[in-house]
């Protein structure tokens, strides 16, 4: 057996380790069956990750069979990595640990025209101060993003520019918001069949099939809000008719002033709508009845076994679910789809920052901890070749 394959099987029996512990807490014997591994190479890897601190003992167990053992648990916050969402009016920056928790959040506004060079080094300023120890930050933009570059950015006027142009002394991972936030679902909840739909300024989907995100020949798929409808209305990618501009939330602030409303953003416009305001239900019943018949035509696309909905329109969800449900089941091609679940991300309005730093967090676990070991059978270390090659998660 070569070098290259101890580490190999190494990398792979950790992750094993891990993934079980992520489902709840285990003794090394329970381990031990659930792996297949011999205890005794349960002990040494476990020994092992409890001291590189990414493991703790915890109560101590005995079972009314077999041998008493000690509960292991992932350490909270052992690891943790740094997400943002470059949205079209703000950015959102947050840390999350390796058990999806947020550990902190700050958002703030700018600008739609502040260009993407000035949005990254602020980034980088509000980041950095408090990324030790962070595994890399990844960051969502609202637009095709294919091998490090932006091919475009409809609502953002940004078109084939460079995202490796910044230097920073941690990893840097850009990616499309509803992408990453699909791939999140897939890291923290294990989905293998998702449509992901973010909706805020703009529409875009991540569809995830048999545990794999699609991307498309070019890095398209799943840009939906730039279906063509029956609409003439302009759209900022330069046709007419696009589905966001019917869907996009500044659509849903317009067509609440058309029916006399005064809201003067998506905030206030949500304040009224808790208070019971008719004007702002129904304006929400307007956008709920139009996802319905979207969520209706995706299902007919992709055929989901669930739909997530992030993005800034998760904090409306609640008001607008019952006429959603009623178009979805009105519109819907299979009776399957009549049921089709759909529920808001619990991360709401963090959901894109959120995948942004499960990419590093997925991959970590996918290199079973072994962030920077090497070398490699080709001679390059875990963290230069996990980006690149076609076996991790969402490749």
């Not at 007419?240 to 659509?251: Q, S």
Request: hydrophobic share 45%; net charge positive; aromatic share 6%.
């Amino acid at each position: 057996m070569r070098k290259g394959d101890t580490q190999e099987i190494r990398r792979l029996n950790r992750r094993a380790i891990l993934e079980h512990l992520r489902k709840g807490p285990l003794t090394r014997a329970e381990l031990s069956r659930r792996t297949g591994l011999a205890k005794s190479a349960i002990s040494r890897l476990v020994e092992e990750l409890l001291q590189e601190g990414l493991l703790e003992e915890g109560a101590f167990t005995s079972p009314p069979l077999g041998r008493p053992g000690t509960l292991l648990h992932l350490r909270p916050g052992a690891r943790f990595a740094l997400g943002a969402e470059l949205g079209v009016e703000g950015t959102v920056l947050l840390a999350l640990d390796w058990r999806g928790e947020v550990l902190w959040a700050k958002e703030w506004a700018h600008p739609r025209e502040t260009g993407l060079e000035a949005r990254l080094r602020r980034l980088l300023e509000e980041a950095l101060p408090l990324s030790e120890g962070a595994l890399g930050l990844g960051f969502t933009l609202p637009g095709v993003v294919v091998s490090g570059r932006l091919l475009l950015a409809p609502n953002l006027g940004w078109k084939d520019l460079d995202l490796g142009l910044l230097r920073a002394p941690l990893p840097l991972w850009p990616e499309n918001d509803a992408k990453a936030s699909a791939l999140s679902e897939v890291f923290l909840h294990g989905e293998t069949h998702l449509a992901y739909l973010v909706l805020s300024t703009g529409l875009g989907v991540g569809v995830v099939a048999e545990g794999r995100l699609l991307r498309g020949v070019n890095g398209a798929l799943g840009e939906l809000g730039h279906w063509l409808g029956s609409g003439g209305k302009p759209c900022a990618c330069g046709r007419r008719g696009c589905l966001e501009t019917e869907l996009g939330l500044d659509n849903l602030l317009a067509h609440h002033r058309a029916l006399g409303g005064r809201a003067e953003d998506l905030e206030a416009l949500l304040h009224l709508a808790r208070g019971g305001d008719s004007l702002a239900l129904r304006a929400l019943a307007h956008l709920g009845e139009a996802l319905g018949r979207f969520l209706a035509n995706l299902a007919v696309a992709y055929d989901p076994a669930r739909v997530v909905v992030g993005g800034k329109v998760a904090e409306f969800f609640p008001l607008l679910e019952t006429s959603l449900r009623r178009s979805l089941e009105t519109h819907a091609f299979l009776e399957a789809h009549r049921r089709l679940p759909v529920r808001p991300s619990v991360y709401g309005h963090l959901a894109p920052a959120v995948g942004g730093a499960s990419l590093f967090l997925a991959r970590f676990f996918e290199l079973g901890g072994l962030w920077a070991e090497g070398p490699r059978r080709n001679g390059g270390r875990y963290e230069e070749v996990a980006f690149g090659d076609r076996r991790g998660l969402g490749a």
